[in-house]
């Protein structure tokens, strides 16, 4: 049941880069169906955790479970998408030259740089799917359109799309309203709103605006704050923002 259980656990994680510890003890948990605001300055470590969580960076120390049996550690970079690990970086990666629907079809091709769309047939299960993940990203209408004409915020949404293709429990966010409109922006925190309890996210993120509206469904709902490579906060949008520590980092007081 996904409404249970932890899908995420990071216990004492450090990385140290030539001696700098990036991470310095870092333990998070990420319940099923939750979604997660992380917040932290430049430098935090944020990216790190997220190296450590797709199996692009080894800690030095620590524990990393995916549900309650998944070592994390254990597993490469490509095994860790397969288990349900989707990582979606700043700067959209689409396929300009294909269309929407194309684009959709690749992510779910074992090597996408492999450009075998063009032969390839989906299933009628795969198809049912990819009308289910065009509505949920708003572009339905848009299928047949050539990716590099969408909006900066469209092929955002685009890129969110070709993960859920692969029906990931975990979804790693990395500044997804980073250059886009208010309204971008509004529809994203939608979007992300309607994936919470079928999917587990982890969102980073510095538009405070942007976090207010993921977390104004529920007051109980958690914000971690990053720093200097270990959880410096963790609690209600207000109680992190009023945490003296975390002004300290945030303004210097
Ligand atoms: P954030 O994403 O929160 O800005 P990062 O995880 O990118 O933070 O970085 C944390 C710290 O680790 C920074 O001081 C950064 O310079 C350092 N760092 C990150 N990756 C490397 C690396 N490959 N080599 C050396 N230092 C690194």
């Known amino acids: 049941d996904l409404s249970h259980g932890t899908v995420l656990y990071l216990e004492d994680i450090s990385v140290s880069f030539d001696g700098f510890k ?42 990393a479970f995916f549900g309650s049996t998944i070592n994390l550690l254990r597993h490469r970079e490509s ?35 492999v450009l075998a769309c063009l032969r390839f047939k989906p299933t009628a299960t795969q198809l049912d799917r990819m009308d289910a993940v065009l509505t949920q990203i708003r572009l339905l209408g848009e299928a ?17 799309g070709m993960l859920l293709m692969l029906e990931p429990k975990l979804l790693l966010l990395d500044e997804p309203v980073a250059g886009m409109t208010d309204f971008e922006t509004e529809r994203t925190a939608e979007l ?9 996210l982890m969102v980073v993120e510095h538009d405070m605006k942007f976090i207010a509206a993921l977390t104004a469904d529920d007051v109980r709902k958690k ?9 410096l906060a963790e609690g209600t949008l207000n109680q992190v923002q009023a945490n003296p520590q975390v002004l300290e980092v945030y303004l210097g007081r």
């Open 22 to 63: 990036a991470l310095n003890k870092l333990s998070l948990d990420i319940a099923a169906g939750e979604l997660r605001c992380i917040i932290g300055p430049n430098g935090a470590g944020k990216t790190t955790m997220m190296d450590v969580i797709t199996g692009k960076t080894r800690p030095d120390a620590g524990q």
């Open 144 to 160: 047949g359109r050539q990716a590099g004409l969408l909006s900066h915020g469209q092929k955002q949404w685009l890129e969110i």
């Open 192 to 200: 992300l709103l309607s994936l919470q309890g079928q999917h587990s």
């Open 223 to 231: 914000v971690t704050v990053l720093h200097e490579g270990s959880v």
């Open 79 to 113: 095994e860790i998408v397969r288990l349900g690990i989707g990582r979606k970086f700043q700067k959209p990666t689409v396929f300009e030259q294909l269309t929407v629907l194309q684009n959709l079809e690749l992510s779910l091709q074992a090597d996408p740089r």
